[in-house]
């Protein structure tokens, strides 16, 4: 209970640093940033903007401002000659697209990479593995967007087998859905899958040579069932551990990649926010992304401790 | 005082030598590092000197670019505009303003190169000077560090250094000159905690052997011992993860091309011509895939130089 107390007392000083570097982002830009996000406007209405940003308040008024606006769903507008559009609706549309794309991803990464792991783990220094390890290698020096284009070029141009473009809902069309997905989501695992496998192989074969092992070989207990019964299971940690790590780079990743195949997600919002200069906009998306990404290693954190018995008791 | 000792059985992972206590099963021999696999893993090989070569070729070619006999790497060419490699008197052929590609890749490894060692470099002072702070003074400066580490690695990488670049130069008449100080300011922020954290863990483990405590006895100041007793045998630690910085940083640039805060056009870097060509990758994938080729293979050998460090000095992954 007390640790779980300090992790939230944690987690809340965290929160609270993220938001205040995103919230003052504004008040930061060199310049005028009213200039930057209506610089089309005449010098009354900037006045006007100025006054309603509340951009001339001390800093710590700003920040109660923004945390309020934030927490009751107020993340700012648009501004374009035509007038302000609320960021939130774009939001609404784009964050489940994100979600689909890492989730879709992270399926694609573990139903690739827990099987190879155990396999090259059995099979140590076999000729497969030492295949599978120096293509894991190659797969890690190749960044996400450099294989997104290759795929995008070899898969969807030369080839014609996959669109390159464009969204649809898995509520809609779900095969057409996934189809448009596979690109994105294979260019975004493919790192990952690397990454997994190797971590996975290493540590089981350090499981492999623990005492239950060879206690449970003994029993006349499959050696498959072994592999994947005793074996995996402490290794499980492992993967969550990977998991938690990686979390920062899907993210990144995924922001990216959507850009990439023109996915109408967070990363796109984010791009198309930088283009504009949409600083309001933009201070909002990367506080949602911030705090998506600190609630996501505090709640891998916390399964972490309770599937882990020796970190659930040792704290207590 | 054997500051710099560095024997092999001081400093072999008490894993290791778990293992070795353990009765043999098949996969035995795949685990237990003979000597001689040992040795291997140290020695360079071909691959390593291959790696090696190709970064000296591409620090030559970043250095000595202005000597070059290359076209200017903005210069429009109309006639190979789009080319494929090949082309008569340009080798890479051109990208999608005739600009020669070979003479771009060229002149963007100085902006790609200076920004990878140029951000590590900060993180290393920065985030190595905290952590060797925080590992040996321990208390409230390890609280103070470590907080500072920890908040800094709460915000996804590349995200942080979207913001820092989009704070400090973004907007219309950024100087090419500002953008990549600015990126170079970003990206160190970024690697502080990761190079920050491993200096302090391996300062915790380094800093209770008896050699500092022999300094302490002889009366050297803290300062002294943390730079003289200390810090060289943390360094190769530092080092492995800073070559695989270096690489991490370089891709990180790319991304940042990608979502338009790269290196400000038309100055180029690898990362900058990968976005810029992504316009014409249906009819010249080649802009892609030079500087995408070139890329790999830098990553690739930092990595596997990274990993050849390691296994050198045994830096112990658990330090991670």
Do not use: C
């Amino acid at each position: 209970m007390r640790m779980i107390l300090r992790r939230v007392s944690h987690l809340l000083v965290v929160l609270f640093f993220v938001t205040l570097f995103a919230a003052l982002m504004t008040s930061l830009l060199p310049g005028d940033p009213v200039d930057a996000i209506a610089g089309f406007a005449s010098p009354e209405q900037k006045e006007a903007l100025r006054d309603q940003l509340g951009l001339d308040d001390p800093l710590y008024v700003q920040y109660g401002r923004w945390m309020g606006d934030f927490l009751t769903g107020d993340l700012g507008g648009y501004y374009s000659v035509t007038g302000e559009r609320p960021v939130i609706d774009r939001v609404r549309d784009a964050l489940p697209v994100s979600i689909q794309l890492m989730v879709e991803a992270q399926i694609l990464t573990l139903l690739i990479a827990v099987p190879l792991g155990v396999i090259t783990a059995y099979r140590a220094t076999s000729r497969f593995d030492r295949a599978t390890n120096t293509t894991a290698f190659g797969l890690l020096a190749l960044p996400n967007f450099a294989l997104a284009l290759i795929l995008a070029y070899y898969v969807g141009v030369q080839l014609e087998w996959l669109p390159v473009s464009g969204y649809v809902a898995p509520s809609e069309d779900l095969l057409e859905h996934l189809r448009r997905m596979a690109l994105p989501v294979i260019a975004l695992a493919a790192g990952q899958i690397a990454a997994y496998m190797r971590l996975l192989r290493s540590d089981m074969i350090a499981t492999l040579q623990e005492d239950f092992i060879t206690m449970a070989k003994s029993k006349g207990i499959s050696p498959s069932r072994v592999l994947w019964r005793h074996a995996l299971r402490p290794s499980s940690l492992t993967v969550l551990t990977v998991a938690g790590l990686n979390v920062g780079v899907l993210i990144s990743g995924a922001v990216v990649i959507e850009v990439i195949f023109s996915l109408p997600g967070m990363g796109t919002l984010l791009a198309e926010a930088v283009f504009s200069r949409q600083y309001i906009a933009l201070q909002s998306l990367i506080a949602i992304i911030a705090v998506a990404f600190v609630l996501i290693n505090f709640l891998v954190d916390l399964l972490y401790s309770v599937l882990d018995p020796r970190i659930r008791n040792a704290r207590t | 005082m054997p500051a710099r000792e560095r024997s092999a059985t001081a400093m072999q992972a008490p894993e290791l030598i778990q293992t070795q206590t353990l009765e043999p099963v098949d996969l035995e021999s795949a685990v237990e590092p003979t000597p001689e696999m040992q040795a291997r893993a140290r020695r360079l090989g071909i691959a390593g000197k291959l790696a090696i070569a190709w970064l000296v070729l591409i620090v030559a070619a970043a250095v000595l670019a202005p000597v070059l006999p290359l076209d200017d790497p903005n210069e429009n060419f109309a006639q190979i505009a789009g080319q494929g490699p090949g082309t008569d008197g340009h080798i890479l052929g051109g990208d999608g303003l005739g600009r020669d590609m070979l003479s771009r890749v060229v002149w963007g490894s100085r902006a790609s190169l200076l920004i990878g060692v140029g951000a590590i470099v900060v993180g290393l002072v920065v985030g190595g000077l905290f952590g060797l702070m925080a590992g040996y003074r321990r208390g409230r400066t390890e609280t103070v560090f470590s907080g500072l580490f920890d908040v800094l690695l709460s915000y996804p990488q590349l995200i942080l250094a979207l913001t820092l670049v989009t704070v400090l130069a973004s907007g219309e008449g950024i100087s090419s000159t500002r953008r990549t100080i600015v990126l170079i300011f970003a990206l160190g922020v970024v690697s502080i905690p990761v190079l920050g954290r491993i200096t302090r863990a391996n300062t915790l483990a380094w800093s209770e052997r008896e050699f500092v405590l022999a300094a302490k006895a002889m009366g050297a100041r803290n300062r002294s011992i943390m730079f003289r007793e200390v810090l060289p045998n943390v360094l190769p630690a530092m080092f492995s993860i800073a070559l695989l910085g270096v690489a991490v940083v370089i891709v990180a640039e790319g991304a940042l091309s990608v979502l338009g805060v790269g290196v400000q056009l038309p100055t180029p870097s690898w990362g900058n011509i990968i976005a810029e060509g992504r316009a014409d990758l249906r009819d010249s994938p080649h802009i892609v895939l030079v500087p995408t080729v070139v890329i790999f293979l830098t990553v690739l050998a930092l990595n596997f130089l990274g990993d050849v460090v390691r296994a050198r000095f045994d830096v112990r992954e658990s330090a991670l």
